[in-house]
Structures are given as C-alpha cells and as structure tokens.
C-alpha cells in the first residue's frame, strides 16, 4: 500500500535553532496536511496545503507543496520548548480516497533550553 | 466552539470481549473518521461514516464496525479483542468532500489484557 517516509525519525536542538524535516512518497498525493501530536493528545492540524508549490505559513512554520506532488517540507523557525512533540505529515492519494489519510510514522522533536 | 470530543479517555478490557467507543464531531462537521494509532506509530485509518453510513473502509477485520447517527456523532465498536487490538483510537471530523483536513480527538487509550 501507498506509505509516506519521514525523515528525520527524531531530532534534538537548542532553543532558537531552524527545524527543517520533510516527507516523501513513491506515488502522488493531492493534499498534504501537517499535525503535531504531544503526549496524550490527539494530533492537531498545523498547516495544509493543496497544490504543487503551494508555500504556506503559520506563525514560525512554514511547509511546502513539493513541485512532484511526492513529498512535502515543513520548517519551524527559532525553535522554542513548546514546539516538542511528534510533527506528522499525512496526504490524501488521488483516485477518490477522501477519508483515507495516509500518515507517516512521524519525526519526534526534543528542543533541549 | 466544541472541537472533536471523545469517551472514555482510557478503558482496560480482557481478550474476548468487545468495546464500544463513543465520538462527538467539530461543531459544523457531518464527517467522522476513525483511526488506530499503536506506539510509536502514525494514525492507521480504520473507516468513515457520513450520512449514517460506512463509506470508506482500511485493512481492518469486521470485527471493528461503526455507527453514525443523526446527530452526526459516531461509534466504533469492536468484537472479540485480541492482544493486538491495543492502541490509541482517534476519531477525526470533517465536512464532507474531496480533501478536506481532518480534525482529531485526543482519542480512546485501549488497553487488552
């Protein structure tokens, strides 16, 4: 079945640094959405984006519509404590699928003060 | 404005038996989805109701089933739990129509002893 690759598995920064992470796919998707998952709680929508190039921000993130429809990026600017916790990418693949999102297996971030 | 609810937070049960977990959607919402999330793991999509019907359908057994009413609120239920069926329960609601992000719950912690 379709899987989306997410890279880095987890990252550990200082406070203040950049944050770039990102997801690939062997196939197409039409819908790139991003979530961020903090312990006992249900994954919160960040960003989405809905066509090729598409570039969106939200406060200090920023993620990107790859040109090849297989992948995404997203980046977090000057980093914060309250910016830890598990960012997955997720997609719709075209040819109808309009429930099933397809996740990733996520990047842990750890900003250390 | 009430995002999407979920109950109970935690439920422990043994191998054989079956459970029912309850979702209330985003307020405006008509679309529920359901998704298994084990550790470590991103949201594995289970299946989707609108208009009090299942119309999509992951890789899970029919031992998971849902409901949809007409409130719009949502139940999964699954029967006959094995080890295996251990996981965080995610339920997600959106309007309905092609590509539409989905907003979670904090989910149902299932524990099978």
């Known amino acids: 079945g379709q899987q989306l690759n997410q890279s880095p598995q987890s990252m550990f920064i200082q406070e203040g640094e950049d944050v770039s992470m990102n997801c690939t796919s062997s196939?197409?998707?039409?819908?790139w959405l991003w979530y961020k998952q903090e312990p006992g709680e249900g994954p919160v929508l960040l960003i989405a984006?809905?066509?090729?190039?598409e570039l969106t921000s939200n406060g200090r993130l920023t993620a990107q519509f790859g040109i090849t429809r297989k992948d995404s990026f997203l980046n977090i600017s000057a980093s914060i404590p309250s910016d830890v916790g598990i960012y997955f990418c997720?997609?719709?693949?075209?040819?109808?699928?309009?429930?099933?999102?397809?996740f990733g297996k996520g990047t842990k971030l750890s900003v250390k003060p | 404005d009430a995002g999407v609810t979920q109950s109970p937070t935690h439920l422990i049960k043994t191998r054989g038996q079956q459970v029912t977990l309850r979702c209330s959607p985003k307020?405006?919402?008509?679309?529920v989805s359901w998704y298994q999330q084990a550790l470590g793991q991103g949201p594995q999509f289970i299946f989707q109701?609108?208009?009090?019907?299942?119309?999509q359908r992951g890789n899970f057994p029919d031992r998971f089933s849902g409901h949809q009413f007409p409130n719009y609120s949502s139940e999964l239920n699954v029967n006959a739990l094995l080890l295996g069926d251990s996981a965080l329960y995610l339920c997600?609601?959106?309007?309905?129509?092609?590509?539409?992000?989905?907003?979670f719950g904090d989910g149902t912690r299932l524990s099978i002893l």
């Open positions: 984006l809905y066509k090729a190039g």
């Open positions: 997600a609601s959106s309007n309905r129509g092609s590509n539409q992000p989905q907003h």
């Open positions: 196939s197409i998707f039409n819908t």
């Open positions: 307020s405006g919402h008509d679309t």
């Open positions: 997720a997609g719709y693949p075209p040819g109808g699928s309009q429930g099933n999102l397809i």
């Open positions: 109701y609108y208009e009090e019907e299942e119309r």
